[in-house]
C-alpha cells in the first residue's frame, strides 16, 4: 500500500493572498493571468509535473505543496506559508494498493458552506483585465 496526502486549493484566493502580501510590502501586485502562466512554467521546471494553475481549483502532493511554497517564496517574493495552510480547502489521504485501486480518505475538510471562504465563495474568480475595467 502506498499513501499521500492530497490537498485542494481554490487558485483565486491563492492569487488573492499573494497579491495582498506584495502589495504589504510596498510591491506591485500581478495580474492572476500572469501568475498562473509563471506558477506552470516554474513549478513544471521544479517538480517535472504539470499543474494548471488557471483552472478555478488546484490539487496538490506534499511535495507539490512544499515546492509551491518555495516558489512564491523565490520567485514572487512572498512567504505565504501560513496563508497557504488556510487557502486548503480540502485535505484528504490517497491510498494506492498494489493492484492499482485508489481510496480516498477525507481527513480534514473545510468544504463546508460555512467560514470566510463559503460566503465569499465566486468572489476570488479570476478576471481578466478588461472584464474588471468594466464591472
Aim: proline residues 0%; charged residues 20%; hydrophobic residues 35%.
Amino acid at each position: 500500500m502506498n499513501d499521500h496526502n492530497a490537498y485542494t486549493i481554490n487558485t483565486g484566493a491563492l492569487f488573492y493572498a499573494l497579491n495582498s502580501h506584495r502589495k504589504s510590502k510596498n510591491l506591485t501586485e500581478i495580474d492572476n493571468s500572469l501568475i498562473a502562466s509563471k506558477l506552470g512554467i516554474l513549478f513544471a521546471l521544479k517538480t517535472n509535473g504539470y499543474v494548471n494553475f488557471k483552472t478555478d481549483l488546484i490539487q496538490l502532493n506534499d511535495a507539490q505543496l512544499i515546492a509551491l511554497r518555495e516558489i512564491l517564496d523565490q520567485h514572487f517574493d512572498a512567504n505565504i506559508t501560513e496563508q497557504i495552510r488556510t487557502l486548503v480547502i480540502t485535505s484528504e489521504t490517497v491510498t494506492t494498493n498494489n493492484s492499482g485501486d485508489t481510496e480516498h480518505i477525507i481527513s480534514a475538510n473545510s468544504e463546508k458552506k460555512s467560514g470566510l471562504l463559503g460566503k465569499i465563495k465566486g468572489f476570488f474568480r479570476n478576471k481578466s483585465r478588461v472584464q474588471e475595467r468594466h464591472v
